[in-house]
């Protein structure tokens, strides 16, 4: 009897539910909706987005950047350095050209977007993974994506350390590590000035903003991000301890 009871409640409770649920529903469709024709407007008017412009069609790349966890700065309209960082982020997250303009491709990449690649999931929920292929790094908590950042890795060349400190070749090791140390601001190391410095093997190899992050490596072995994002970077990371994973699928 108390389950007929109880099923006889539930009727009338789930008919008032599914009208407020349908309403939902449709006001997400509405929304994407909305976002997709202010997306698909800046191709349609053949209108191309760059570094420097100002405009409302930016303001609407800049919001969609930030809901997919890629950091254009400020939603402001202004095309600048940091909104031109989250750009190049995407496109090599969606395998488009690195530096291009935003336009047609980019925008229907911006409405149908394919997820960074996974390195190493079972490395934990909250990691730190670095596609030295695509240059990008993701950053997950919960196995939720929390951030998204252009990188720039080793470069591969030769260098030497002034003093007399030996020679050794660009690059920034592959494996699976831990972060081990934070160093605030700015700190000076031998070959030259690391701001916000996560360090994940000793205090030699970090990951640390840098005023210059250009498409190509060129970093002596570190992992370099933009300024922007290395101003609150170390406040979503575990230290000592958050994995970080670096790998070349």
């Not at 003093?163 to 700190?187: H, L, N, Q």
């Not at 992992?223 to 790998?247: H, N, Q, T, W």
Request: some cysteine; aromatic content about 8%; hydrophobic content about 45%.
């Amino acid at each position: 009897m108390r389950r007929l009871w109880m099923a006889g409640l539930l009727v009338p409770v789930l008919a008032l539910a599914a009208p407020a649920a349908a309403s939902a529903t449709s006001s997400a469709h509405a929304a994407r909706a909305h976002q997709t024709a202010r997306t698909h407007q800046t191709a349609a008017t053949g209108q191309v987005l760059r570094k420097g412009m100002h405009a409302l069609s930016t303001r609407e790349l800049q919001r969609r950047l930030a809901a997919l966890k890629y950091y254009p700065g400020p939603i402001n309209g202004q095309f600048g350095a940091d909104t031109q960082e989250a750009v190049w982020a995407f496109q090599e997250v969606q395998g488009l050209t690195p530096g291009d303009p935003v336009g047609s491709a980019m925008v229907q990449a911006l409405n149908n977007p394919r997820p960074p690649a996974v390195l190493d999931a079972a490395a934990g929920p909250n990691r730190i993974e670095v596609n030295l292929s695509a240059e990008v790094l993701v950053l997950y908590r919960n196995n939720q994506i929390e951030l998204i950042s252009h990188v720039s890795t080793g470069g591969g060349y030769t260098y030497c350390v002034p003093g007399g400190g030996g020679c050794g070749t660009a690059i920034t090791p592959t494996g699976i590590f831990r972060t081990t140390a934070y160093i605030p601001g700015w700190v000076k190391v031998p070959l030259g000035e690391m701001y916000n410095s996560v360090f994940f093997i000793g205090t030699a190899f970090a990951i640390h903003g840098e005023p210059y992050v250009p498409l190509q490596p060129v970093s002596h072995g570190c992992v370099r991000i933009p300024m922007d994002i290395a101003a609150f970077f170390p406040s979503l990371v575990k230290v000592p301890g958050e994995p970080v994973i670096i790998r070349r699928p």
